[in-house]
C-alpha cells in the first residue's frame, strides 16, 4: 500500500476510489474517474461531499474544466516515471486554469522526481512502499536554485 505524503508529512488518505458504476454509501470523499465524472456530473453535484477526479496520463485536462471549480482534488496518474504528461497537466492545472485544490501524483511515483512534481504543482504524492520515507521527504529540499517558477503554494 502506497505512503501518502502531503505537506511534507505522512498521512492517512481519507479518499475513496471508485469505480465507475460503484454505488456512493457513506463516503465524504471520492474520487472518480473523467468518465464518470462527465456521465454523472450532474447527480454529483447534488451531494454535499469532497469530489476528486483521477485523470490517465493521456486525458486532456480541459474536459474536466466544467467541473473545476467545485472540484476538490485532481489525480494524476504516472503509468511509469519517465511519462512526463503528469507534469504537464499539474502545470496547465495550476497556471493556466488556477486551480488551488490538491492535485496528487499517483503510480510509479519515485523519490527523484518529488521535488519537481512539487515544483509543478502537486501537493500530495503517493510514494511506494518500497521507497525509504525519510529519504522521500529530504528529497524536497535537494533543488536550491531552478530556472522555472514554483506552482506550488507549499512552503
Known sequence: MPVLINNRQQIEDSWIRLI??????????IIVSLYRLIRDWSQL????????VELESDAV?????????????????????????????AKLLRERYGFSGDIRARGDVIRDQLAFMRR????????????????????????????????????
Not at 453535484?45 to 476528486?52: D, R
Not at 504543482?121 to 531552478?146: H, K, P, R, T
Open 20 to 29: 465507475d458504476d460503484q454505488i456512493i454509501e457513506d463516503q465524504s470523499h
Open 120 to 155: 509543478c504543482g502537486f501537493s500530495q504524492f503517493e510514494v511506494g512502499d518500497d521507497e525509504n520515507i525519510e529519504l522521500a521527504f529530504l528529497a524536497f529540499n535537494e533543488i536550491s536554485s531552478a530556472y522555472q517558477s514554483d506552482l506550488n503554494r507549499i512552503a
Open 45 to 52: 453535484q447534488l451531494l454535499e461531499i469532497a469530489i476528486g
Open 61 to 89: 485536462v480541459e474536459d474536466m474544466l466544467f467541473a473545476l471549480s467545485e472540484i476538490d482534488m485532481v489525480v494524476l496518474h504516472f503509468e511509469v516515471f519517465a511519462d512526463g504528461r503528469a507534469f504537464s497537466q
